[in-house]
Nanobody, 126 residues
Framework: QVQLVESGGGLVQAADSLKLSCAAS????????MAWFRQAPGKEREFVAAISSSGGSTYYADSVKGRFTISRHNAKNTVYLQMNSLKPEDTAVYYCAAGSAVYGSRRHSKYEYDYWGQGTQVTVSS
């Protein structure tokens, strides 16, 4: 069982930066592949970024590639999402998720992740 708690959301202006954190409980954090998803009002939850259990591999949605960076600190049981050059279309509730052995294109699927946080709101004004 893993419990996830996101933090760091807020209201920012376009072109600003924001860093989200997701703290995980339990001793097995380092075994999980982690991901960030987001959901805007009236839209499906969509994949943003993923990182392998070791932190050695990262993956991004095309819409955030070059602007967002996912990282993790296994000793601190925490995964991060650094968001730069924010745009109004990045406005959404951001969720972190944990899954086991999530490989290939499956990383983009919300159904591959077993544990979810409660989400943190990010609002980008123009």
């Amino acid at each position: 069982q893993v419990q996830l708690v996101e933090s760091g959301g807020g209201l920012v202006q376009a072109a600003d930066s924001l860093k989200l954190s997701c703290a995980a409980s339990g001793r097995t954090f380092s075994r999980y592949d982690m991901a960030w998803f987001r959901q805007a009002p009236g839209k499906e939850r969509e994949f943003v970024a993923a990182i392998s259990s070791s932190g050695g591999s990262t993956y991004y949605a095309d819409s955030v590639k070059g602007r967002f960076t996912i990282s993790r600190h296994n000793a601190k049981n925490t995964v991060y999402l650094q968001m730069n050059s924010l745009k109004p279309e990045d406005t959404a509730v951001y969720y972190c998720a944990a899954g086991s052995a999530v490989y290939g294109s499956r990383r983009h699927s919300k159904y591959e992740y077993d544990y979810w946080g409660q989400g943190t709101q990010v609002t980008v004004s123009s």
